[in-house]
């Protein structure tokens, strides 16, 4: 089942104020582009004097949510948020909560020993400026090491998930079972980002691997290969109607040579399972467990938070 949405965020592009010949999923200096744009479309029964808005994407998102929430109710499908927000790379945060809040201790000991200077000579606070020059020196040591830890820690970040599907339970962390990065065409360094975030969602989580996937309308081979043939950074490339791809590809391949390329790389993304169409996508949001069993007890993270000064308002 092909996105019940797809036809109606397609349409043509306006340049001097006239519609064009350009599907709004082509790359305008892309002659291939656009004509499997067009074929596309014409497998969709899209009007070619139809115009729709300049931000596909935004529309993609908040559709695809909008007809994803309520086949699970019981799950958060939202868009444009932080992985940090969730169980698997909740550890993400201590760091940066830390180097926002720390505070050399420097300013204050001085002022401490200003202090003392002007108190009367006495037993006390002879003692009191001995246990003060002592706490410069251990303190003075920590402050040289956070400031080295800040300094070599690597800044890590994180894009985005354009839509992602969580569990959400009364005292514990979100749990992330699925993200998606929503893309309505792609270029070469769209496509890297998804490989990209795909690399780091893996590498940088702790507990289980959400489902992370690429969806979009892109009908280019050669852009699709660019996520759906790396190792393991991105599970699938969900197409928002996938038949109608196939359609085009077959009505185009019929007027190029036995061995167009795009559709020798075509038909290898199809063997290999790695291009699939929306229907997957539901079929995976619909087999989401109804809990996941959490494994960072209640309040760690929090806890943590609070020790390096997250959990204070700024």
Known sequence: MPAPFAASLCGFRINNGQVTANPNTSDSNDSGSIELGRALFNELGVPTDRVVGKDPGARLEEAIQLHLQPLRPDLAILRSRSALEFEQYAHLRVFPAFVSNH???APTLEQLQKIAEQLPNSAATKRLKRRLAKATAEFGEQDRLSTRLKLYMPEESL????????SVDEGRESFLHLGLSSKWSLRTDRAQDC?????KLAS??????PHYAVITMEPRPAMLKIIAD?????????HLD?????RAMERVRSRKPAKWSPGVTFDRLLKQ???????DLVSAVQAIPARANSTIPQGAIEEAEEATGGGEER
Not at 159 to 166: G, P, V
Not at 230 to 238: R, W
Not at 273 to 279: A, K, N, Q
């Open 103 to 105: 505070k050399e201790t």
């Open 159 to 166: 894009l985005k998930l354009d839509l992602t599907c969580a």
């Open 195 to 199: 490989v990209s975030q795909g690399s």
């Open 204 to 209: 940088q989580r702790r507990g289980p691997m």
């Open 230 to 238: 790396q190792s393991g950074s991105v599970d699938y490339v969900y």
């Open 242 to 246: 996938l038949p109608a791809l196939i």
């Open 273 to 279: 399972g790695r291009i699939r169409d929306y229907d």
